[in-house]
Each structure stands twice: as structure tokens, then as C-alpha cells.
């Protein structure tokens, strides 16, 4: 069956980075194209990036453009996002998604504070 494992979540002072992973199974990982979402407490579910199938393709929220980074490794059946420059705002519960047909991880909570 699919699933999709977030990892790598977890406390970042104001400035730092983490790198989020979302192991993928039991599907052509290869040949679909994939997003991080997140939901900050009391919010909405929100877009952060997104990549095609090839890793050619990637288009990202303007809040985190310029900071964040999301890259594949289709080998390896791996998506990744690359926080750098992290703050407060950018606490959430992080999901990995692919996005045809549509499937959620359950998502890697991410807090950003001091």
C-alpha cells in the first residue's frame, strides 16, 4: 500500500535549519510529482513547495522562497526539504504529499523557537 514517512522534524532556534525527509512506498515514486505542505496551530493547511516528477520543475510559497529548498532523489524513493534561515513563523506540523492521486504522510512537527 502507499505510505509516505516524514522525518527529520524537530526543535531549531530562530536562524537554524533542519532537513525534512518523506520516505515513499508502494507506488512509482519516480513518475509522480510530489509537495510539502504545512499547518501552523489555528491555520490552514498551506502550500510550501512543490517539485515534478524529473526534480527539473520546483515552485515554492513566497514566504519561504529563498530559504527553503525541495529536492527528490527518485534512488532512493526520497523527497526532501531543506529549511535554512528558519523562524517562529515557520512552526508547523510539515506534510509531505504526492500529488496525483492525492496522498498525505501524517506529518513531522517542526518548532522554531528560542
Known amino acids: 500500500q502507499v505510505q509516505l514517512v516524514e522525518s527529520g522534524g524537530g526543535l531549531v532556534q530562530p536562524g537554524g535549519s533542519l532537513r525534512l525527509s518523506c520516505a515513499a512506498s508502494?507506488?512509482?515514486?519516480?513518475?509522480?510529482?510530489m509537495s510539502w505542505y504545512r499547518q501552523a496551530p489555528g491555520k490552514e493547511r498551506e502550500l510550501v513547495a512543490f517539485i515534478d516528477s524529473f526534480g527539473r520543475d520546483t515552485r515554492y510559497a513566497e514566504s519561504v522562497k529563498g530559504r527553503f529548498t525541495i529536492s527528490r532523489d527518485n534512488a532512493k524513493n526520497t523527497l526532501y526539504l531543506q529549511m535554512n534561515s528558519l523562524n517562529p513563523e515557520d512552526t508547523a506540523v510539515y506534510y509531505c504529499k504526492r500529488n496525483f492521486p492525492v496522498y498525505w504522510g501524517r506529518g513531522t512537527q517542526v518548532t522554531v523557537s528560542s
Open positions: 508502494g507506488f512509482t515514486f519516480s513518475s509522480a510529482g
